[in-house]
């Protein structure tokens, strides 16, 4: 245990060291670094190097991911390489990769992709916010997205009949973001109405029809 933690603080102090080095003369060009940067960085790869070095300390990856993400916000708000609203879609993958990578590493972790899923489908709505959509769309395929991610955690456990409630909220997340969607657009002035007759004619026919004997 001992011999482990001398690896990782050697290992974090030597990168970070040389990234100072470098810095000082000149080799990394513009690009400026600051004092937050190695103040969530070292903990981040600290965090890191813990489950390199034991792969059974899974945990380490959610910290070590999170402060990854602060650590790249911090070193973009120095450089500009992209948009703040780009770069807080960064932080939110950041905080959703490592709950995949868990599930990745231990499929009985099933658990691990609701979070997961979640915070990777929140990453995607600042960049939909420069594409020009709508909010109510934009609200839309967020439900979509939430939708998806427990038909995935149902289709990842299909040998366990226990796991059908997922059904229940992929299909209703689902459906209600296409009904937000529909609703914010032009569409929806032909789709309602057409909806309405189709209800209206199929209780036409079950009224008017036949039915059959073993309904009588």
Do not use: C
Request: without cysteine.
């Amino acid at each position: 245990m001992r011999a482990r933690g001398s690896i990782i603080w050697g290992v974090a102090l030597v990168l970070f060291g040389g990234v100072l080095l470098a810095q000082q003369l000149g080799l990394l060009g513009p690009m400026r670094l600051s004092f937050g940067m190695f103040l969530f960085g070292v903990p981040a790869l600290l965090f890191l190097l813990t489950y390199v070095v034991d792969r059974r300390q899974w945990w380490a990856l959610i910290p070590g991911s999170a402060l990854t993400g602060l650590t790249l916000i911090i070193f973009n708000e120095q450089n500009h390489f992209i948009s703040t609203v780009q770069a807080g879609g960064l932080f939110l993958f950041s905080m959703g990769v490592p709950f995949l990578l868990i599930f990745v590493l231990n499929r009985k972790m099933w658990w691990a992709l609701i979070p997961g899923g979640v915070m990777v489908v929140l990453s995607v709505l600042p960049m939909l916010t420069d594409t020009g959509l709508s909010a109510q769309t934009i609200g839309g395929f967020f439900f979509i997205g939430l939708g998806a991610v427990f038909a995935l955690v149902r289709l990842v456990t299909l040998p366990n009949p226990q796991m059908d409630w997922a059904w229940w909220p992929a299909g209703i997340l689902v459906a209600f973001g296409i009904v937000i969607i529909v609703t914010g657009t032009a569409a929806a002035q032909i789709v309602w109405p057409a909806a309405l007759i189709g209800l209206g004619l199929w209780i036409l026919a079950r009224g008017y029809l036949p039915r059959s004997r073993s309904g009588q």
